[in-house]
């Protein structure tokens, strides 16, 4: 059984050459590895074991992306929060609201039940 790998151990590489048309990934860090492991899955791509604790893959292109952070302020993550628990709390009234639909249906269909076993 190998050594676990400490924290600063568990490395991802991604590199790719200017003439190559494909990434190349290497992941000992078992959070990465599960991620390369369903991205590869849906894509059909296969992912090789390389070594006691890394894997590696060979992604398209197009599955990795260098963006710019998105910066959120204080005040805009408040109003992103506030909206969350409206909508969270508006999903909870909604399910409340069936359940309780549900439950009327069921208590007026138990005469009809009762009704035709006698």
Not at 30 to 50: D, E, H, M
Request: charged share 30%; net charge positive.
């Amino acid at each position: 059984m190998p050594r676990r790998l400490s924290r600063a151990e568990q490395e991802t590489i991604i590199t790719r050459a200017a003439d190559e048309k494909e990434w190349h990934v290497y992941s000992c860090d078992p959070a990465v590895k599960r991620r390369l492991v369903k991205l590869t899955t849906a894509l059909g791509i296969s992912l090789s074991i390389v070594d006691e604790w890394g894997v590696e893959a060979r992604l398209p292109i197009s599955c990795v992306r260098f963006m710019t952070p998105v910066v959120v302020s204080a005040q805009e993550r408040a109003n992103q929060v506030a909206r969350g628990r409206r909508l969270g709390a508006a999903k909870k009234e909604e399910a409340a609201q069936r359940r309780a639909r549900a439950s009327s249906e069921a208590v007026e269909a138990v005469p009809e039940i009762a009704g035709r076993e006698g």
